[in-house]
């Protein structure tokens, strides 16, 4: 079965810090891994994927992740935080055979602080 | 491209009554993936559609049941409401043709029982 587990239910960097985010998750099979960002009253968007390509992986908004097969880890970062980087963060996981069902960790809030 | 649209946004239902949530994908997409959001926590998967067939199911019991329409919008449907039930209901789309391809979510349909 797979499963994902995020370390700090509440994260708080100064505008301008490093972010990271800790992912670390449980799978039988190869995986894909997401992670999503989710601002108040909204929807889920992805902000990265990987897809067994290459493991250093870029998305939107200045963040990127590492896939670490080793420690099972997919942890999220971006050099400086933003004000607008507020929000619910939550790294996912899915069978490498299709995007078929979706388990999410439990998410990460992220506060900016002037 | 008019994205995931789920409607209604908001709506309030009394313990015992019966509710339905409506998601029109994607264009392009053909599978529908419900997910249950309770507060504070990562959604969780409730069931997939493809091809107007329930395809893969989490761990709900039989009260949520859907549909998928020809034109591959679905339906989500929850029987004899209780007060836990009260979350964000996202619908996500995907196409289980071609490779690589990850699900779009929409913004969700907020259920309060009372």
């Known amino acids: 079965a797979q499963s994902v587990t995020q370390l700090g239910s509440h994260v708080s960097v100064s505008e301008g810090a490093l972010v990271l985010l800790r992912c670390n998750y449980s799978s039988s099979v190869p995986p894909y891994l997401f992670w999503y960002v989710q601002y108040p009253n909204q929807g889920l968007q992805l902000l990265l994927k990987?897809?067994?390509?290459?493991?250093l992986v870029k998305g939107i908004n200045g963040f990127e992740a590492e896939f670490k097969k080793s420690e099972t880890s997919f942890h999220l970062t971006k050099p400086s935080a933003h004000m607008s980087d507020a929000a619910e963060y939550f790294c996912?996981?899915?069978?490498?055979?299709?995007?078929?069902?979706?388990?999410f960790g439990p998410g990460t809030s992220l506060s900016v602080i002037p | 491209d008019a994205g995931v649209t789920q409607s209604p946004t908001h709506l309030i239902k009394t313990r015992g009554q019966q509710v339905t949530l409506r998601c029109s994908p994607k264009s392009g997409h053909d599978t529908v993936s419900w997910y249950q959001q309770a507060l504070g926590q990562g959604p969780q998967f409730i069931f997939q559609y493809y091809e107007e067939e329930e395809r893969q199911r989490g761990n709900f019991p039989d009260r949520f049941s859907g549909h998928q329409f020809p034109n591959y919008s679905s339906e989500l449907n929850v029987n004899a409401l209780l007060l836990g039930d009260s979350a964000l209901y996202l619908c996500a789309s995907s196409t289980l043709r071609g490779v690589n391809t990850e699900a779009f979510f929409g913004q969700g349909t907020r259920l309060t029982v009372v």
């Open positions: 996912a996981v899915s069978d490498q055979t299709s995007y078929d069902k979706v388990i």
């Open positions: 990987y897809t067994s390509a290459a493991t």
